[in-house]
């Protein structure tokens, strides 16, 4: 157990619609990633916050948000949700924000999302 | 960015040593080198990490050469829960973690 927290675990949807996937980072972590990895593909590097604040994006959507709130738990919204959107979502954490030098992230057991 | 580069694809067989390298040549002073394991449906979990020379856990040992441009995942004696996605992970000081495909090791009985 990573101490990483995600739900719900398993989500189905239908297309055009809008859901959250919530995240719990481990106690004392302050850095909060999300990830989202299709069916037998990589792990996409979606956005990451330090501390409340924005600190990296990678490819996410325009339809896609997140954010992390004052207790560190962050939220992923995912709006006008396509088929393609189908995926598993994973959120990770870790403590270093400053400085990245020996940084180790550490995940959740993920969110599955189907979309109908 | 360090981008990374491994073998798609290894097979072993049970007992055996089985060694995943991978290649960062832009790799920044900085940079720390993190090995990750997923299995299907699961999140990434943390094998081992290293800056350099040697780093030997209680799963696995890292080798990295004094030049950093790759890294060496060693995992001793191998079993069929063994098999699995391993990533490695170069710091990123933009904080951009960004994974490559990572080598699927399938271990044989």
């Known amino acids: 157990d990573s101490g990483v927290t995600q739900t719900p675990k398993h989500l189905i949807t239908a297309t055009g619609q809008r859901v959250t996937l919530r995240c719990s980072p481990r106690?004392?972590?302050?850095?909060v990633y999300w990830y989202q990895q299709s069916l037998d593909q990589g792990l996409q590097f979606l956005i990451q916050?330090?501390?409340?604040?924005?600190?990296a994006k990678g490819n996410i959507l325009e339809r896609f948000s997140a954010q992390q709130f004052p207790d560190l738990h962050s939220e992923l919204n995912l709006s006008s949700l396509e088929l393609g959107d189908s995926a598993l979502y994973f959120c990770?954490?870790?403590?270093?924000?400053?400085?990245?030098?020996?940084?180790?992230?550490?995940f959740g057991e993920g969110s599955w999302l189907t979309v109908v | 960015l360090a981008k990374t580069t491994q073998p798609i694809s290894m097979d072993s067989y049970e007992g055996q040593e089985v060694n995943i390298t991978c290649s960062h040549n832009?790799?920044?002073?900085?940079?720390?080198i993190t090995w990750y394991q997923q299995f299907p449906s699961q999140g990434p979990r943390f094998i081992i990490q290293?800056?350099?020379t040697k780093v030997t856990n209680e799963v696995a040992s890292l080798f990295i050469p004094a030049d950093r441009k790759s890294s060496t995942l060693s995992l001793p004696r191998v079993s069929l829960s063994d098999t699995a996605v391993y990533y490695c992970?170069?710091?990123?000081?933009?904080?951009?973690?960004?994974f490559g495909t990572g080598t699927r090791l399938k271990v044989l009985a």
């Open positions: 290293g800056y350099k």
């Open positions: 106690s004392g972590d302050l850095s």
């Open positions: 990770a954490s870790s403590e270093v924000g400053q400085d990245p030098s020996g940084n180790t992230i550490y």
């Open positions: 992970l170069v710091g990123d000081s933009n904080y951009k973690y960004i």
């Open positions: 832009n790799i920044a002073t900085n940079d720390y």
């Open positions: 916050y330090y501390n409340g604040e924005e600190r």
